[in-house]
């Protein structure tokens, strides 16, 4: 399994996503699914809030593989900000992006919704076009799937959109301590450094003295802390500050440049290159989307 098919994995067992993904369905009816970038399946398959039409669809090889290329192009053209598309019955699908610093590790994904009131003619448009493809379903049964799918309003699709962009933010941050907190059976040398670092981020740290404070070599230090890390030091050490700083964000009356320095960054400039590589936009703008400008 590659590196972010793992932190998926992690995050859709998380009690925070399963939290959100039940409140999420609660409130707009809709389904939703944290999808890994590569993945070839149907993300709403079998889930209790599935649509009944696309649950049909599912069932027949034809159709099928038209939803499959649906989700496809959505992956595909979803990977700079949240994109909908239109399956060949009308229907809207949604994905959101899940990033990692720059990279998207995955997608959380909702739909199988009308934007617009079924019409008969739709709906013809679109027998024919199972027709063609050589399936056959008992029509009214399609037909009360259809015409009973929820049909959304642009406000209320917008919204439901903006509440996953929300949650997509806080699957970031999460995804960020996972790389810094995840054990993997690590052997107590690695603890003790983990810890020696966490007290001592503010101040000028090397590989060699996190190494001595530990009482190993600096080679053996440094091969086995990216082993159970999977991170290099240089790296962790990063990531461990722009955490502390994500929390002192919080605080408006803090400056950014004060932050920087608190955390042990010795430049504004550095701090805000990091920042933006691994959180995926600058300390400002973070500080903006939280609402905690003064």
Not at 16 to 25: C, L, Q
Not at 229 to 245: H, I, M, P
């Amino acid at each position: 399994m590659s590196a972010n098919k793992n932190l998926v994995e992690i995050l859709t067992h998380s009690k925070i996503y399963k939290d959100y993904e039940r409140a999420f369905t609660d409130a707009t009816g809709l389904p939703v699914t944290l999808s890994p970038l590569e993945t070839w399946r149907l993300p709403h398959r079998g889930k209790k809030s599935e649509n009944e039409f696309c649950g049909m669809m599912a069932e027949a090889s034809g159709s099928c593989a038209a939803c499959l290329r649906t989700q496809e192009q959505l992956s595909q053209t979803a990977r700079g900000e949240p994109k909908t598309i239109t399956c060949f019955s009308g229907m809207a699908d949604t994905a959101v992006p899940v990033r990692l610093g720059e990279n998207v590790i995955g997608y959380l994904q909702t739909g199988q919704v009308f934007r617009n009131k079924p019409s008969e003619t739709k709906f013809s448009r679109t027998c024919k076009q199972l027709a063609d493809w050589g399936i056959q379903m008992d029509e009214p049964e399609l037909r009360r799937a259809y015409f009973g799918t929820r049909v959304l309003s642009q406000r209320q699709h917008s919204a439901a959109v903006m509440l996953l962009r929300i949650f997509a933010l806080q699957l970031s941050s999460v995804s960020n301590q996972v790389l810094v907190r995840q054990q993997n059976a690590e052997p107590p040398i690695i603890t003790r450094a983990k810890d020696f670092i966490s007290k001592n981020q503010g101040y000028a740290l090397s590989l060699s003295q996190v190494a001595k404070a530990v009482n190993t070599s600096t080679f053996y230090f440094c091969k086995i802390f990216k082993k159970f890390t999977g991170l290099n030091f240089t790296d962790y050490v990063s990531r461990v500050r722009v955490e502390k700083a994500k929390n002192l964000l919080l605080n408006p009356n803090l400056r950014v440049s004060e932050i920087a320095f608190e955390v042990g960054f010795q430049s504004l400039t550095h701090f805000n290159r990091v920042f933006r590589k691994i959180v995926g936009e600058s300390p400002t703008h973070y500080r903006g989307t939280l609402g905690c400008t003064a």
